[in-house]
């Protein structure tokens, strides 16, 4: 006998983005259907991320190099995970983060 899960459907994409620390970038857009991010350490220096196109360096969620990466879900963290996020980076040159997103499909 056959056992089918039905259930909404998740995939997931991982991005990246490029930030500055003389302005703060959008990273990612609102999205009601996700469900949960992870932002990756940077490979050097550092960035802080928020839901405000304010973000002020090492105050809230910050990354540095060597850091675990931060993970958001809708379960554990609420809607968060599916407004607006914004980044700045520390160093003077461009930083390069990744950003795995999951979202969820229902059917």
């Known amino acids: 006998m056959e056992t089918k899960t039905t259930g909404p459907a998740r995939h997931s994409i991982i991005t990246t983005a490029t930030i500055s620390n003389s302005a703060t970038n959008s990273v ?58 914004w980044a700045r980076a520390s160093a003077a040159t461009p930083t390069t983060i990744g950003i795995f997103e999951t979202y969820e499909e229902t059917p």
């Open 28 to 85: 990612l857009r609102a999205a009601a259907k996700r469900v949960a991010i992870l932002f990756s350490p940077p490979s050097a220096n550092a960035y802080s991320v928020g839901l405000d196109k304010n973000v002020v360096l090492d105050q809230g969620i910050t990354l540095t190099a060597n850091s675990a990466p931060v993970k958001l879900t809708l379960e554990e963290h609420g809607d968060v995970v599916t407004r607006g996020w």
